[in-house]
């Protein structure tokens, strides 16, 4: 999915969040910003948007030395969700269908998402009321039995992880999961709150199943921005699952076998998937022809 002309408030709101969380003096939030906005004009106009704000947020780390602005973040926000699980858990076991419930979670979970939402969007009263009304909440595109059936069909699935915090009721799904061959990804460095392989191992992910990283540090799945063991899993994988907007903008094109589960955000998303803001999204991509299909490339070598 390409960068509409209605991403750059985002990317502003994006920049301002980071620049007030690294520094507190008023001149060199100036001087940051100043350098956003002049290379925001730079990107290349078939980047999609985690792309621009890859490289954004690079750009940032860079200048203040921060290597990881949003760390005390997802630490909080993966003890959070550990303290929700176990009532959480019970919820899924009482309920008439453990699969479905674990997966509307799962998808509820999504809120938790720091690039996308503002501070009080994230905050953990309105976490806790989204999840707990996702239990209830219509899921739009494709059903919960769609995804199983394909899951229990696959040979091997991969589940591309998204958010620290909403990492943790990816345990709870995947631990539900109808299949023996599945393999958790999970990002190579810092992306703005996207989980890294300490985030799945402080939630204790990586004690029930396998996890290996994209060695990327953008939000998404820019595959050239990736390393080549992921690439070579990403193409061999029968069924992807794909949490979060930003995997959607990366890989909307991708030829895969892909499910993508999100909450639906933004009205760009809304209006690339057809679906209205604020759904609950399980979305359906067959594989198609990869002769003429692209997915998820970068801007990492892009001229700015």
């Given at each position: 999915?390409?960068?509409?002309?209605?991403?750059?408030?985002?990317?502003?709101?994006?920049?301002?969040?980071?620049?007030?969380?690294?520094?507190?003096?008023?001149?060199?939030?100036?001087?940051?910003?100043?350098?956003?906005?002049?290379?925001?004009?730079?990107?290349?106009?078939?980047?999609?948007?985690?792309?621009?704000?890859?490289?954004?947020?690079?750009?940032?780390?860079?200048?203040?030395?921060?290597?990881?602005?949003?760390?005390?973040?997802?630490?909080?926000?993966?003890?959070?969700?550990?303290?929700?699980?176990?009532?959480?858990?019970?919820?899924?076991?009482?309920?008439?269908?453990?699969?479905?419930s674990a997966l509307r979670l799962a998808i509820a979970g999504n809120v938790m998402d720091w690039g996308a939402k503002t501070h009080t969007d994230v905050s953990e009263d309105n976490v806790e009321k989204t999840l707990h009304e996702a239990?209830?909440?219509?899921?739009?595109?494709?059903?919960?039995?769609?995804?199983?059936?394909?899951?229990?069909?696959?040979?091997?699935?991969?589940?591309?992880?998204?958010?620290?915090?909403?990492?943790?009721?990816?345990?709870?799904?995947?631990?539900?999961?109808?299949?023996?061959?599945?393999?958790?990804?999970?990002?190579?460095?810092?992306?703005?709150?996207?989980?890294?392989?300490?985030?799945?191992?402080?939630?204790?992910?990586?004690?029930?199943?396998?996890?290996?990283?994209?060695?990327?540090?953008?939000?998404?799945?820019?595959?050239?921005?990736?390393?080549?063991?992921?690439?070579?899993?990403?193409?061999?994988?029968?069924?992807?699952?794909?949490?979060?907007?930003?995997?959607?903008?990366?890989?909307?094109?991708?030829?895969?076998?892909?499910?993508?589960?999100?909450?639906?955000?933004?009205?760009?998303?809304?209006?690339?998937?057809?679906?209205?803001?604020?759904?609950?999204?399980?979305?359906?991509?067959?594989?198609?022809?990869?002769?003429?299909?692209?997915?998820?490339?970068?801007?990492?070598?892009?001229?700015?």
């Amino acid at each position: 999915m390409k960068t509409h002309l209605e991403c750059l408030p985002c990317f502003v709101r994006q920049a301002l969040e980071l620049i007030r969380m690294t520094t507190d003096d008023q001149d060199e939030r100036f001087r940051l910003m100043r350098l956003v906005l002049e290379q925001a004009s730079r990107y290349p106009p078939d980047a999609s948007p985690p792309e621009v704000s890859a490289r954004m947020h690079r750009m940032i780390r860079d200048e203040t030395e921060i290597d990881d602005p949003y760390l005390e973040i997802k630490r909080r926000s993966n003890e959070f969700a550990l303290e929700l699980l176990p009532k959480l858990e019970e919820l899924v076991d009482a309920s008439g269908s453990r699969f479905e419930s674990a997966l509307r979670l799962a998808i509820a979970g999504n809120v938790m998402d720091w690039g996308a939402k503002t501070h009080t969007d994230v905050s953990e009263d309105n976490v806790e009321k989204t999840l707990h009304e996702a239990l209830e909440t219509n899921i739009s595109g494709n059903s919960a039995d769609d995804l199983r059936k394909a899951i229990e069909k696959a040979d091997s699935v991969l589940y591309l992880a998204d958010n620290a915090g909403e990492i943790a009721f990816d345990r709870l799904f995947v631990s539900h999961m109808p299949t023996s061959d599945l393999l958790v990804a999970v990002k190579g460095g810092p992306a703005i709150n996207d989980a890294t392989m300490a985030d799945a191992e402080q939630v204790g992910l990586t004690e029930i199943v396998e996890v290996m990283d994209t060695g990327s540090d953008a939000p998404g799945t820019a595959l050239r921005d990736c390393n080549p063991e992921f690439r070579d899993v990403f193409d061999s994988a029968d069924l992807i699952i794909a949490k979060g907007q930003a995997n959607y903008e990366t890989l909307s094109e991708a030829p895969q076998n892909l499910f993508y589960l999100l909450k639906v955000k933004c009205p760009v998303v809304a209006h690339d998937t057809g679906y209205p803001a604020g759904s609950m999204l399980l979305l359906h991509r067959p594989a198609t022809d990869t002769e003429n299909a692209t997915a998820g490339g970068s801007i990492q070598d892009a001229t700015v």
